[in-house]
């Protein structure tokens, strides 16, 4: 079956614009993650969604980010006035539930440039 | 707060010799311990994980890790590298208590000379 999807694969902005980050999920999967690849930060944890309950955004670095899900499937992570600091791959990964021990699949990425 | 630690930042290793990533995890109780590979330009793959049981755990690609807990370690091994085995290698724990969120160590870029 598909895998975790991630559109665009890279994204090139200028500072102080707003861009969209969007994640398709494996079907079925009612678990969804955002996480971030940087240089200087390595891989960190952003927010993560499960079924209808409150999201969990205990890693989104400032006000600037947020993310929503939409119909429990796609979601989209907004990243408000970028900063050239944003620029890192943003992943996403889907498991089937919130357990620790379920495995996590990660999509390609996206790479994004602030300039 | 959860914390992982690869101490080796490059290996490199010939071609069908054998290969060990070290990963130390600090955490107070029985942490779930993963093993992921991310190939240039792609997403994390799953190599293995640990969650109860048998301390040595296999995985795909002939890989297996041994969780230590006298020493808080969950090391990646296997016998035989191929070059096809050129990576980037993420140890990862995660648990209940603080969220399911995966804590990533730095990584251990492995290089495979022929």
């Known amino acids: 079956g598909a895998g975790v999807s991630q559109s665009p694969s890279n994204k090139v902005t200028e500072k102080g614009k707003d861009v969209e980050l969007r994640c398709d999920p494996i079907s079925g999967h009612t678990a969804l993650y955002w996480y971030r690849q940087s240089l200087g930060q390595g891989l960190e944890f952003l927010i993560y969604?499960?079924?209808?309950?409150?999201?969990?955004k205990s890693g989104l670095p400032s006000d600037r980010f947020s993310a929503e899900r939409t119909g429990g499937s796609v979601s989209t992570l907004t990243i408000q006035r970028t900063q050239q600091e944003d620029s890192a791959v943003y992943l996403c990964?889907?498991?089937?539930?919130?357990?620790?021990?379920?495995?996590?699949?990660f999509g390609p990425g996206t790479r994004l440039l602030v300039l | 707060a959860q914390s992982v630690t690869q101490p080796d930042i490059h290996i490199t290793v010939s071609e069908g010799a054998s290969l060990e990533l070290r990963c130390n995890y600090s955490?107070?109780?029985?942490?779930?311990l993963f093993w992921y590979v991310q190939s240039p330009g792609q997403g994390l793959q799953l190599l293995l994980k640990y969650f109860s049981g048998d301390t040595l755990v296999q995985g795909i690609k002939g890989f297996e890790a041994e969780f230590k807990r006298s020493q808080s370690s969950f090391n990646l091994r296997k016998p035989s590298v191929h070059w096809s085995d050129a990576a980037e290698y993420f140890c990862a724990v995660s648990n209940m208590e603080y969220g399911n969120k995966l804590v990533f160590g730095a990584g251990t870029i492995l290089r495979v000379k022929s």
């Open positions: 990964a889907s498991s089937l539930g919130l357990r620790s021990q379920e495995t996590q699949y």
């Open positions: 969604f499960q079924g209808n309950s409150a999201p969990d």
């Open positions: 955490y107070g109780a029985t942490p779930y």
